[in-house]
């Protein structure tokens, strides 16, 4: 047995400034809240304010990336599938690991917290084809889909190809940065 109690995520928040508004979906190891930078796994989403520097990397699956200039409050998801397969066998995830779900979640924490959707700056990133799979552009094609009726801006995409995607997104002012990697896999049709 350790010594150390074991910390969740809701421990950390009582660390972070006065002014930072912070929530995820708990899979986030706690240690790595407890520094201003945070990894994101599939799966993962992580919504706030403050010194926070909030790190991801994609192939398929894709990361809004959500900012109010007016409130500085951001969030970001890394989803796998664009939705929950409707398939009673199949192993259960949190919610961060679908489009349909993760999204939303990030919309809603936006406006509880009084931001109007209509004015949060949105880029849309990932969605590479892996292989042979359709599930890159699955991903985009419902997240495109659902940004559109919510009214959100998508300002800017940085999505498909076959490269992997590390995105950087600081919440202290809402700066992100995408740069690509290596190639997924051959051309499609070379084996």
């Known amino acids: 047995m350790s ?27 706690a240690s790595s809240l407890s520094s201003p930078g945070v990894f994101l796994r599939p799966g993962d989403w992580f919504f706030g304010r403050g010194e926070h520097r909030i790190t991801t990397l994609l192939g398929s699956c894709v990361s809004a990336v959500m900012w109010s200039p007016r409130l500085q ?38 406006a509880q917290h009084g931001c109007r959707l209509e004015e949060v700056d949105v880029t849309l990133a990932g969605g590479a084809t892996v292989h042979d799979s359709s599930i890159g552009g699955a991903n985009i094609a419902l997240a495109q889909r659902w940004l559109a009726q919510t009214g959100m801006r998508l300002i800017q995409q940085d999505t498909g190809g076959r490269v992997v995607r590390r995105l950087t997104f600081n919440l202290s002012d809402g700066n992100l940065t995408i740069s690509h990697g290596g190639r997924l896999g051959p051309p499609p049709g070379v084996t």
């Not at 199949?90 to 779900?101: F, K, L, R």
């Open 73 to 110: 409050l951001g969030a970001m998801c890394h989803c796998l599938l664009p939705s929950r397969p409707h398939n009673p066998s199949a192993p259960p995830h949190g919610a961060g690991h679908y489009v349909d779900e993760a999204f939303p979640w990030m919309a809603d924490k936006l």
């Open 3 to 29: 010594d150390h109690p074991t910390r969740t995520a809701a421990s950390f928040a009582q660390h972070l400034s006065p002014m930072a508004v912070f929530d995820t979906n708990g899979m986030l190891e």
